[in-house]
């Protein structure tokens, strides 16, 4: 069968073979076969060498992204199916301290431009490169049959996807659409997340081990008057007692209130 193939220029296919997943427009001699946006084509040297397998993506200066190094490997609904539940496993022990966690992450996951946040009962996706966007409906049954999850929303509003020739996409993939504010789970903290309106997927997970961090730091100072209660993290502010162990976050916000609330007064 005669794929859809994207040839190397020469000398180029170095980054492929240390298994870096992208290929750049400026690496690419031509495209056979006619494939659209999305699809998946053979990448292979200037010589023909099998390289990898990729989504295309004519519009981006990344015009392919790695599903697979391996030649006998099909890019099909099973290959997805056991990628995101092979990463969801290995995220299960977080599970114990935590409601929200990242389920998928890209191509440290194997699956390029596909990002799965679960928060408590809910699962938001956002789809972020044209291959990503060809199996969005795989990826939101699959996440949608784990259990526990009443609905899959997607947050595709980045700016990226215009790299892509892809317009911002919002709204319900599959079930029941989440409530304005979804109550969370961080340890011994709860936290209210905004899907429809926060940054990124709703709110920053990335920044757990900070927020415990802070945390400790926090304990028994007295609490900030401004907060900031979506949690816009790179610095943010917990509060623990006993009885109450709260985030105040956005210390990035309350400088910059306290030091309005200065200069008007002067």
């Given at each position: 069968m005669?794929e859809?193939t994207?040839?190397?220029k ?5 980054a ?7 290929v750049?427009a400026?690496?690419?001699a031509n495209?056979t076969g006619?494939?659209?946006s999305g699809?998946?084509l ?13 989504a295309y993506?004519p519009?981006s200066?990344?015009?392919a992204?790695?599903?697979t190094?391996d ?9 997805f199916r056991?990628?995101i539940?092979?990463a969801?496993a ?13 389920w998928?992450?890209a191509e440290?996951d194997?699956?390029p ?9 809910f ?5 972020l490169?044209?291959?990503a ?5 795989t ?10 999850i009443?609905?899959v929303?997607?947050?595709s509003?980045?700016d ?6 892809l317009?911002?996409?919002t709204?319900i ?7 304005d504010l ?7 903290c709860?936290?209210?997340?905004d899907?429809y309106?926060g940054h990124?997927?709703g709110?920053?997970?990335?920044q ?7 945390a400790t ?12 209660w979506?949690?816009?993290?790179l ?5 623990m ?7 105040l976050?956005?210390?990035?916000t ?13």
């Amino acid at each position: 069968m005669n794929e859809p193939t994207l040839f190397l220029k020469p000398e180029r296919e170095k980054a492929l073979l240390r298994r870096h997943p992208w290929v750049f427009a400026g690496a690419t001699a031509n495209v056979t076969g006619n494939p659209a946006s999305g699809d998946t084509l053979v990448v292979r040297s200037a010589g023909g060498k099998f390289l990898a397998r990729a989504a295309y993506s004519p519009n981006s200066q990344i015009v392919a992204r790695v599903w697979t190094w391996d030649e006998p490997t099909a890019v099909d609904e099973a290959l997805f199916r056991q990628r995101i539940e092979k990463a969801i496993a290995g995220r299960a022990s977080l599970e114990a301290t935590t409601s929200a966690l990242r389920w998928v992450s890209a191509e440290s996951d194997g699956l390029p431009g596909v990002v799965v946040d679960r928060y408590a009962d809910f699962a938001v996706c956002q789809f972020l490169s044209a291959g990503a966007e060809k199996w969005k409906e795989t990826v939101a049954q699959t996440v949608a049959a784990q259990p526990g999850i009443k609905g899959v929303f997607e947050r595709s509003d980045v700016d990226v996807r215009e790299k892509e020739g892809l317009p911002p996409v919002t709204g319900i993939l599959t079930g029941s659409p989440p409530p304005d504010l979804i109550e969370i789970q961080e340890g011994a903290c709860r936290f209210v997340v905004d899907v429809y309106r926060g940054h990124k997927t709703g709110f920053y997970l990335d920044q757990r081990d900070n927020r415990a961090l802070v945390a400790t730091y926090a304990e028994g100072r007295p609490r900030p008057r401004r907060w900031n209660w979506r949690g816009k993290m790179l610095n943010a502010t917990a509060w623990m007692t006993r009885k109450l162990k709260m985030l105040l976050a956005t210390c990035f916000t309350f400088c910059v209130n306290t030091a309005t609330e200065a200069a008007s007064s002067t």
